[in-house]
């Protein structure tokens, strides 16, 4: 699974919006859920993009609580550990907040325009700035700039234009109810500041409903026809552009609202919540059966092959690499790898 480039990445991003797929963005924060996604990518014979959070990435580098050494630091090994295998993989840095830009993107992004200097491939093939919190216009002042600095070292930039709803990383977002829908009027604006890929490829997070987290049936309305208006107003201000969709808060969507959001442009589907619970859920079961084994009951010595981090490891592994697998056959993209093609 070696890391793809960024010229693997763009054509990556070109065949998913041209054969009606899109590739799952699976979230990790440690050497076994990164493995674990690799794991599914692999099992499944679809390409991926493995990606970050600030949160992630601070969790990641233990007790220094420095995000960026928490990133250089999962990069690093998933280029080791991904070298041999027979797909693609893409890393990417997820939901970076305004006020966490000095401190985590715009550090990892430098460092990336320096090794593109000396003919090197970036950290990641791409990193998102998250300014939904902001106006529009700041929001996409700072998104432009940023742009710059991603096209000077082949970097593709993710915006996000709206409010996701729910928590993500520990941050929640309470918005109206409209603001969790894009407007027309603001993908355009989005277009006129950011360019339609003249200045720098970008993906867009535009918001039709979705939230992060899963919840009951019913508490969610998503409206994946925004996307699709998004697009047709586009194509009338700036003929044969196309945006390149990312569908934040996927976990918990049902099939069919996946694929209409996939037939109006979507190229990437963020998945967390589900991983986590499959992982988890996995773990949760080994204690249970195993429970005389991981405890030292009544004076007993419980069972080494239980309690060993190995075992449970493991079968949570196992689980979220099949968690990861079955978002791949949902997303289409399930043996589509280019390195089979």
Same mark, same amino acid.
């Not at 693609?88 to 907040?97: E, F, G, I, Y």
């Not at 709206?162 to 355009?188: H, Q, S």
């Not at 190229?267 to 080994?286: C, E, L, P, S, W």
């Given at each position: 699974?070696?890391?793809?480039?960024?010229?693997?990445?763009?054509?990556?991003?070109?065949?998913?919006?041209?054969?009606?797929?899109?590739?799952?963005?699976?979230?990790?924060?440690?050497?076994?859920?990164?493995?674990?996604?690799?794991?599914?990518?692999?099992?499944?014979?679809?390409?991926?993009?493995?990606?970050?959070?600030?949160?992630? #990435? $601070?969790?990641?580098? /233990?007790?220094?609580?420095?995000?960026?050494?928490?990133?250089? #630091?999962?990069?690093?090994?998933?280029?080791?550990?991904?070298?041999?295998?027979?797909?693609?993989?893409?890393?990417?840095?997820?939901?970076?907040?305004?006020?966490?830009?000095?401190?985590?993107?715009?550090?990892? =992004?430098?460092?990336?325009?320096?090794?593109?200097?000396?003919?090197?491939?970036?950290?990641?093939?791409?990193?998102?700035?998250?300014?939904?919190?902001?106006?529009?216009?700041?929001?996409?002042?700072?998104?432009?700039?940023?742009?710059?600095?991603?096209?000077?070292?082949?970097?593709?930039?993710?915006?996000?234009?709206?409010?996701?709803?729910?928590?993500?990383?520990?941050?929640?977002?309470?918005?109206?109810?409209?603001?969790?829908?894009?407007?027309? $009027?603001?993908?355009?604006?989005?277009? $006129?500041?950011?360019?339609?890929?003249?200045?720098?490829?970008? =993906? =867009?997070? #535009?918001?039709?409903?979705?939230?992060? /987290?899963?919840?009951?049936?019913?508490?969610?309305?998503?409206?994946?026809?925004?996307?699709?208006?998004?697009?047709?107003?586009?194509?009338?201000?700036?003929? /044969?552009?196309?945006?390149?969709?990312?569908?934040?808060?996927?976990?918990?969507?049902?099939?069919?609202?996946?694929?209409?959001?996939?037939?109006?442009?979507?190229?990437?589907?963020?998945?967390?919540?589900?991983?986590?619970?499959?992982?988890?859920?996995?773990?949760?079961?080994?204690?249970?059966?195993?429970?005389?084994?991981?405890?030292?009951?009544?004076?007993?010595?419980?069972?080494?092959?239980?309690?060993?981090?190995?075992?449970?490891?493991?079968?949570? $592994?196992?689980?979220?690499?099949?968690?990861?697998?079955?978002?791949?056959?949902?997303?289409?993209?399930?043996?589509?790898? =280019?390195?089979?093609?």
């Amino acid at each position: 699974m070696p890391i793809a480039t960024t010229t693997q990445y763009a054509a990556m991003l070109d065949a998913a919006a041209s054969g009606g797929f899109a590739f799952p963005g699976v979230n990790v924060s440690s050497s076994q859920t990164l493995n674990a996604a690799l794991r599914g990518l692999a099992d499944a014979g679809s390409d991926g993009i493995v990606q970050v959070s600030t949160g992630g #990435a $601070e969790y990641l580098s /233990g007790q220094a609580g420095d995000m960026v050494a928490g990133a250089r #630091a999962f990069q690093a090994f998933a280029r080791e550990v991904a070298a041999n295998a027979p797909v693609l993989v893409a890393l990417h840095t997820d939901h970076c907040p305004p006020d966490k830009l000095d401190g985590f993107l715009r550090p990892l =992004l430098a460092e990336s325009v320096e090794r593109h200097r000396r003919g090197e491939e970036p950290l990641f093939q791409s990193q998102m700035f998250d300014g939904s919190t902001l106006p529009l216009e700041e929001n996409l002042r700072i998104a432009a700039d940023l742009l710059e600095r991603c096209a000077g070292a082949n970097v593709v930039l993710e915006v996000e234009c709206g409010v996701v709803g729910g928590e993500e990383d520990g941050l929640r977002a309470d918005a109206p109810r409209e603001r969790l829908y894009t407007t027309n $009027e603001d993908l355009l604006r989005v277009a $006129e500041v950011l360019g339609t890929g003249e200045r720098g490829r970008y =993906l =867009l997070a #535009a918001t039709f409903g979705n939230v992060h /987290g899963v919840y009951q049936p019913g508490k969610v309305e998503l409206r994946p026809k925004v996307l699709a208006d998004g697009q047709a107003a586009l194509a009338a201000a700036h003929p /044969g552009a196309r945006f390149d969709y990312v569908f934040h808060g996927g976990s918990g969507s049902r099939p069919d609202e996946i694929r209409e959001a996939i037939s109006y442009g979507v190229v990437k589907m963020n998945i967390d919540t589900d991983m986590q619970y499959a992982f988890t859920r996995a773990t949760a079961g080994h204690m249970f059966v195993h429970y005389d084994g991981v405890l030292k009951l009544d004076g007993g010595v419980g069972q080494k092959k239980a309690y060993d981090p190995r075992s449970w490891g493991r079968e949570a $592994e196992a689980a979220m690499a099949a968690r990861v697998a079955e978002a791949c056959r949902e997303l289409g993209s399930a043996g589509r790898s =280019l390195l089979r093609s």
